[in-house]
């Protein structure tokens, strides 16, 4: 490296104060470690130290001493004044030491240890030509996590500089370390059948049992997507209907087409999960198996009814004509397969196999149908921009049944059973302040007080429906008839999933989920499904009106075609729409990155607040819940300051079981900031990160926590971004027996809870940051996903990760020195402080954002183009809902199937 400074010669023999580094993120900055010794000088040479091998810091052992050698060589016709090398600065301080010898091991006699001299600095000596000097760099970590040190060599009228990087790891760590590097392997996936050419050619496979035997009264539709669209978006255009934004008057095509470019960007996913050369085994004589790598994890996501293409992998096979197969059951990380049967007969266990894997189209195109409905509501429904609402509603008492209410969520009820109909009522609140209580209460009150009402109740996900359906009938203060509360699941549900428990409340034939008779679904008076499945309702032939109540719970996590779901066939105008959720949360998964930031990554409870009868609070359309039952204040306290102006009112009453004593300095600051520079890394050909030393902490402190305060497993959650972290947290707690953690995604804990949550953020390179942005990865960048995180814990939040990068994000800066200003940190050296302008975090000021966002005022007048105009043709060349041609599309009678597609059960990266 070039040199750090020029000195006078009196300067040169004395040792100057030591110096600061501080951090150096060699990923970053890998040029300041690419020395090429020879290049520097002409008259000496100096080797370099502890090199980086591929681009990471070689690995030692804490406790254990790691040396290298350091050759300074004149290479010059004159003699060389060396004044002298020493050691600059080391991160963590004086974890570096120089000496002339070469540090003892355990085989050294007692005299050469006797001998043996470290220091932070040699005295100057004069080489002769040709002449060498070995210096030996040791370093002895007492912590886990990147030692760094920089030394110093002045030689004659320079000062060259070299930096050390060293990985110390404890047998945790190293245990996870990977044999075989990252290589990206971008190789494209053989196309078997092209879906979409007018002249596709395949031998169908057998599908598997449907839902019903019966027709429906109201059939799906295919709804292909328009030719036009698809090649505006695989050419990389926004299509105009999306571009110009939502209006009162684009509303169909507007959601139709995001819902379009976000299968088109499912497609390709799918596609690239094909696999080469494959085996299958004959399965309980029926079947043939695949196993799918990577399918337990959900990466693919495959479900019974989906399906692949197969054909023989030789060019020289005779009639290579491809096969469809479908799955009739999941089972880890294998899929079990039926094809035609002359491709059974013909099969043989040493054959190998080209796939190309797809998907049932059952649940997009249920999507569409929703958009497509949703066109004939009430406008004021959809863009609620005057109260349709005559007169003020007068809140009618009640007498709770539940539990204790507090004064908002009486408030809410009230309001919810004096209410007629019209705009939808919201029910919105941080975590842990009472949303789906509240819920459960008015639905409970209206079963009591109207027995002619008829309820649905939808969540996002099938855990999410459970839990209401629990909620329901263990209530101890009521029984709720068998028979008039029914829990509708998709067909291709596990059996196994459901509890056994909740089974009564199901219909059931030989150990599959079915959807009952119209007539026997109007026995019910409460239904509960997900979002999607309640399209089987309309399917059977119920009709607007029929719910007197649709309540949304979670409706936040839901994108407003799902949310159309439920609701574009069955509402009503007398009918009571309650939505349920925190549009501070996070929202809808979404795959396609265009038509998430475009409006399909908003919810309809979101949108919702960029109308003044929601933001501004309208006791007649919302209930903001403020009193918090879960959450320690300390904990509360951030994200109440950065999300919801500061209201939330902590309601805990705290317990003095777990005083948390060795690992927080102050019990009543139940916080914990671990900073730890550790290597963010990757293995194999999986893309995602992975950092070892964050999960030898992560180890370590459940460890703890169980052995000190004797916490049980089912106590702790474990919180991660990536999914290969995950896999690595998981494995290590395994290696101790414990099992019963649970390790996963935010959003895998989006609406639960532990006593105790530990992040693990991996991110150790401010390198990747932008990177992480723009694909919504990590934590960095994502408020929500930061909200919803920090506050999953009720007694205690440890937060574990590299400081350095953390601080460069706005709301991670605040959660760092909110520790550290409660004396509630350790680990690294910290960065300097930076204050971040936390502008436009708050609620009122993400409404107001939203509020413009949208056609709220009928002044977003560049939206009202018409459709032809997107792509020079004319409404008629676009037809959704309509075969092409005569020819039947993808699973075009698959219509009883629910592929019980949920955004929030996929949490890969």
Excluded at 894 to 906: K, R, Y
């Amino acid at each position: 490296m070039s040199s750090v400074c020029d000195k006078s010669d009196d300067e040169y023999s004395v040792i100057g104060d030591k110096g600061d580094i501080g951090f150096i993120d060699f990923e970053n900055c890998r040029s300041i470690c690419s020395y090429n010794p020879s290049n520097e000088s002409s008259i000496f040479n100096i080797s370099v130290p502890f090199p980086l091998v591929q681009g990471k810091p070689q690995s030692g052992v804490v406790g254990e001493t790691v040396f290298d050698s350091v050759t300074i060589k004149n290479i010059g016709v004159e003699p060389l004044d060396l004044w002298s090398v020493s050691i600059y600065d080391s991160k963590p301080e004086n974890s570096f030491t120089i000496s002339l010898m070469e540090p003892p091991n355990v085989n050294s006699d007692l005299q050469y240890i006797q001998d043996f001299m470290e220091s932070f600095s040699l005295d100057d000596r004069v080489l002769g030509p040709g002449q060498t000097l070995t210096v030996w760099l040791s370093c002895k970590p007492k912590e886990i996590g990147v030692h760094t040190t920089a030394v110093h060599f002045s030689i004659g009228d320079e000062t060259i500089e070299r930096l050390v990087f060293l990985l110390a790891e404890d047998k945790i760590s190293q245990s996870l370390s990977s044999a075989k590097p990252f290589s990206r392997t971008r190789n494209k996936k053989q196309i078997i059948v092209d879906v979409h050419a007018s002249d596709v050619s395949f031998i169908v496979g057998r599908r598997p049992s449907k839902g019903s035997s019966r027709s429906h009264n109201n059939r799906l539709r295919n709804y292909p997507i328009p030719a036009n669209i698809r090649d505006m978006v695989l050419n990389q255009q926004i299509p105009a209907a999306v571009g110009a934004g939502l209006t009162k008057t684009n509303y169909g095509s507007y959601f139709k087409t995001l819902i379009a470019m976000e299968e088109i960007k499912l497609e390709d996913d799918m596609r690239t999960y094909g696999m080469e050369s494959v085996i299958m085994k004959i399965k309980k004589k029926q079947f043939l198996s695949l196993e799918v790598p990577g399918l337990a994890e959900r990466r693919p996501s495959l479900v019974t009814g989906d399906y692949i293409y197969a054909n023989i992998a030789s060019e020289y096979a005779p009639e290579n004509v491809p096969y469809q197969g479908y799955i009739h059951h999941v089972e880890a990380e294998e899929i079990y397969l039926k094809f035609d049967q002359k491709f059974h007969k013909h099969h043989r266990e040493s054959q190998l196999y080209n796939v190309q894997f797809t998907y049932n189209r059952t649940g997009m195109r249920r999507l569409y149908q929703a958009i497509e409905a949703a066109e004939r509501l009430d406008k004021n429904f959809l863009f609620p921009l005057r109260s349709s609402k005559l007169e003020l509603i007068q809140p009618k008492p009640f007498e709770p049944i539940s539990c204790a209410l507090n004064e908002e969520q009486l408030s809410a009820i009230k309001m919810i059973l004096a209410s007629k109909g019209g705009s939808p009522y919201v029910i919105h609140g941080p975590p842990g302040t009472g949303k789906t209580m509240t819920l459960v209460e008015a639905i409970l009150q209206i079963y009591v007080g109207q027995r002619n009402a008829r309820i649905l109740v939808c969540a996002p996900s099938n855990s999410a429906a459970d839990h209401i359906l629990e909620r329901l009938i263990t209530m101890k203060s009521m029984n709720i008839d068998r028979c008039e509360i029914f829990r509708l699941n998709a067909f291709t549900r596990p059996f196994e999933d459901v509890n056994p428990g909740h089974i009564e409340f199901c219909y059931v034939e030989d150990f599959l989920f079915k959807c009952p008779s119209y007539f026997d679904l109007m026995k019910h008076r409460i239904i509960i499904s997900t979002y999607t499945s309640a399209s089987l309702l309309y399917a059977e032939g119920i009709k607007r009106g029929h719910f007197s109540y649709i309540f949304l719970d979670e409706a936040g996590q839901a994108s407003e075609p799902e949310a159309m779901v439920p609701l574009s066939q069955l509402y009503s105008k007398g009918t009571v729409v309650v939505l349920a959720g925190d549009p501070m949360q996070l929202g809808p998964v979404i795959f396609s990155r265009d038509a998430e930031s475009y409006g399909l990554g908003t919810s309809y409870l979101e949108r919702l607040f960029g109308y003044e009868l929601y933001y501004s609070g309208n006791d007649n359309y919302m209930t903001k819940l403020v009193r918090n039952y879960r959450t320690h204040p300390a904990i509360l306290r951030l994200p109440s300051q950065l999300f919801y102006d500061g209201e939330l009112k902590p309601c805990k009453e705290e317990s003095s079981i777990f005083s948390w004593e060795g690992l927080v300095p102050d019990k009543d600051f139940p916080l914990l900031f671990i900073g730890i520079q550790g290597c963010d890394e990757r293995e194999g050909s999986n893309p995602s990160w992975f950092n070892r030393t964050e999960v030898s902490k992560v180890v370590d402190v459940i460890e703890d926590l169980i052995e000190s305060q004797g916490l049980k497993e089912e106590d702790i959650g474990v919180i991660t971004p990536y999914r290969q972290q995950v896999l690595k947290t998981r494995s290590a707690l395994q290696s101790f027996g414990r099992e019963n953690i649970k390790v996963g995604s935010v959003e895998q804990f989006q609406g639960q809870e532990r006593l105790v949550i530990i992040i693990s953020t991996v991110r150790s390179t401010v390198k990747h940051n932008e990177f992480d942005r723009i694909h919504y990865l990590g934590f960095l960048s994502n408020s929500r996903r930061f909200n919803v995180a920090i506050t999953r814990a009720r007694s205690l939040l440890v937060v574990i990760g590299n400081p350095h990068i953390l601080c460069k994000d706005p709301h991670w800066n605040k959660l760092l020195w909110y520790c550290v200003d409660n004396g509630s940190y350790k680990g690294c050296f910290l960065p300097e402080r930076e204050e971040f302008s936390m502008e436009g975090c708050t609620g009122n000021e993400k409404a107001q954002e939203l509020h413009c966002g949208y056609d709220c005022v009928d002044n977003f007048q560049s939206s009202d183009i018409p459709w032809d105009d997107a792509d020079n043709g004319n409404p008629s060349e676009v037809q959704w809902g309509e075969e092409e041609n005569g020819k039947q599309l993808l699973n075009s009678s698959w219509d009883e199937a629910d592929n019980n597609f949920q955004p929030s059960d996929v949490p890969w990266e």
